[in-house]
Each structure stands twice: as C-alpha cells, then as structure tokens.
C-alpha cells in the first residue's frame, strides 16, 4: 500500500521558473517529512524537512507547505535552476516508533535554459 | 559526501548466487538502514540495525539478511538471487534509533543479477 503518494512524475520546468512538487500521505502518525534529492549515480541526500507543528519552512530558494488537515505537502523551488535537474523524493516517518522512512515515487525535474 | 560508504559500488552475478554488500556508517552514527530502489518499486526500506541489534523491518524477503558489527559496519547478505532483485541498495545511518529523523545516504551499490 502506497502511504505517500507524490506527484507529478516528471516535471520540467525553465530557468527562473518555479518547481512544485506535490505529497499527500495517509498516516496520521507520520511526524516527520523530509524531502530528498538525489542526483544519478548518487544516494538521496536531505534537502530540507518540515514537522507537522508549522505551516512552512524555507531554505534558501527551497519551501515546504504543509498542510495537516488535508494531510499534503509540498516543495516549492524558487528560481529554479539547471543544477537542481534531480529527482526528488517526499518522505515520511513517524518518530519514536520503529523509524521506517517511507518514500513517494519521486518527480523528475528537468530544469531548461 | 554523506560520510557513509558501501562497497562494491558495482556487482554482477547469476541466479542462484549469493552475494554481501558492505556498508560503513559516519563516524558515530549507531543506526544503519538499508533501503532498495527498483524502477518498479521505487525506495524500500528493508531493515534497521542500531548499535548491533535489529529495530525495524520493512519489506525484506527472508532469502536476505543482514547484521550490525560491534563496529558498527553493516553487511546485507542476498541470497538464491533472482533477476527481480537487481536493483540500488543504498545503506544509511543516523545517530540516534532514528527518533530524530536524518539519515544520511550512502552511495549505493548496484546489483545486476543475469
């Protein structure tokens, strides 16, 4: 059963522009998102995380919004540009339980000149 | 860099083989994670093992295991392997039991069974 289902699949997005990436997930336990990124080749690495208690959280060009009653969030790139050409995953786990990382599928992201 | 490694970063082998991936933590960390990335199945945590005993399972088929080493290295063993298991196993591990959420990724190995 998929606890977190992300989208879209593949996004492509021109420089400048702005990325979103949408999660929604179905355990209301989860108290812990994370999202990221992984370039080919190479193992995820943290991008940024948010925890149920806010809204948002921003870092530098990357944001999350979260929203607990739909139970969704996601990641907004601003300015984006060609380096951050990734695939990038929403994440989930629910904290002081067994700390099983669930992942979305990922969304491609092709960012053009 | 994570500051976890894993070695091979490449394996090929045949059906029916058996082969180890090795996994070194970050200098301190007490929590390894192995998780498998399949195109079809995408990331799938597979087992956790925290200061040398296992906490959590996930979606890990009894033809594998795995152990934590006083320490602190990993190895996952994959048995009577099958085409469907070539996939990216990625090890990561975090300082705590993982209560406070950051694992830090390896860079995977990747298996190709024929």
């Known amino acids: 059963q998929q606890q977190v289902k992300q989208s879209p699949q593949s996004l492509i997005v021109q420089k400048g522009g702005i990325s979103i990436i949408n999660c929604a997930y179905e355990?209301?336990?989860?108290?812990?998102f994370p999202w990221y990124q992984q370039f080919p080749g190479k193992g995820p690495a943290l991008l940024i995380a948010?925890?149920?208690?806010?809204s948002e959280k921003k870092e530098g060009r990357f944001t999350i919004s979260f929203n607990k009653s739909a139970k969704q969030f996601s990641l907004h790139i601003m300015d984006s540009q060609p380096g951050d050409s990734a695939t990038y995953f929403c994440?989930?786990?629910?904290?002081?339980?067994?700390?099983?990382?669930?992942f979305g599928t990922g969304t491609r992201l092709q960012v053009t000149l | 860099d994570s500051g976890v490694t894993q070695t091979p970063k490449h394996l090929i082998t045949a059906t029916g083989q058996r082969v180890t991936l090795r996994c070194s933590p970050r200098?301190?960390?007490?929590?390894v994670y192995w998780y498998q990335q399949s195109l079809d199945q995408g990331l799938q945590f597979l087992i956790q093992?925290?200061?040398?005993?296992?906490?959590a399972k996930g979606n890990i088929l009894e033809r594998f295991s795995a152990q934590q080493f006083p320490d602190l290295h990993s190895e996952l063993n994959l048995s009577s392997l099958e085409l469907g298991d070539s996939a990216l196993y990625f090890c990561?591990?975090?300082?705590?039991?993982?209560?406070?959420?950051?694992?830090?990724f390896g860079p995977g190995t990747r298996l190709l069974v024929l």
């Open positions: 990561a591990s975090s300082a705590d039991r993982g209560e406070t959420e950051t694992q830090y």
């Open positions: 355990n209301t336990a989860f108290d812990y």
């Open positions: 948010i925890r149920p208690d806010v």
């Open positions: 994440a989930a786990l629910s904290t002081g339980t067994a700390s099983k990382l669930t």
């Open positions: 200098s301190g960390d007490l929590s």
């Open positions: 093992y925290y200061n040398g005993e296992e906490r």
